[in-house]
């Protein structure tokens, strides 16, 4: 009877983690801004894997969320850019899977409540932003003729980095927090995710 219940929870748990997956992707889809190089600002795509982590904790978060990395690749333009074979699986790695597979770690301070959790969603967005500031600076240094804002670039990654990845991933991660705040003040949404946090 145990096995049955586990089982029916871990079906349960993948059902929400593959629905809020579609919703993010479709989130995904609705920008406020779209930069070159696949930089794009959007209605919350990040909360839904947010909180699948704050739900089921970090486990399942870092699934999800890397689940969801895959998604962006496919969504993205990293192959029309003509990078060579090392910058593009480089790219792949950093401006993809890891930057968005940590979005997984939003539920590592769910156990202190309100605070907890907003604090992790802010922790998960930060550390993204991080991935791409490192990415930024790691492999975007010696790109030929790279303009960005009617500037050249090269020679200066580290300014370039903060610049290109703060304008959309700050007013992205506004948004998503802001949203988050909205959510858990709603009563249900809170019995909801705490229902299963383990």
Request: with cysteine; proline share 4%; glycine share 10%.
């Amino acid at each position: 009877m145990k096995k049955l219940t586990m089982k029916r929870a871990r079906i349960i748990a993948l059902c929400e983690s593959a629905m809020m997956l579609a919703l993010a992707v479709v989130l995904s889809y609705i920008k406020f801004a779209q930069l070159p190089f696949d930089g794009s600002i959007t209605l919350g795509s990040m909360l839904p894997i947010c909180l699948v982590a704050i739900k089921y904790g970090p486990k399942w978060g870092l699934g999800t969320a890397f689940c969801y990395s895959w998604f962006q690749i496919l969504q993205g333009g990293v192959f029309s850019y003509g990078l060579t074979p090392g910058m593009l699986i480089a790219s792949l790695f950093l401006d993809y899977i890891l930057a968005f597979t940590v979005l997984g770690l939003a539920g590592i301070f769910r156990r202190k409540g309100f605070v907890g959790k907003i604090g992790g969603i802010t922790l998960a967005c930060s550390l993204r932003f991080f991935v791409h500031f490192l990415s930024g600076i790691i492999l975007w240094t010696n790109y030929e003729q790279f303009f960005a804002f009617g500037v050249e670039w090269i020679n200066r990654p580290v300014l370039y980095s903060i610049c290109y990845n703060g304008v959309y991933m700050l007013p992205d991660t506004i948004i998503t927090v802001v949203l988050a705040i909205i959510l858990f003040k709603i009563p249900q949404i809170n019995r909801i995710l705490d229902a299963k946090a383990d």
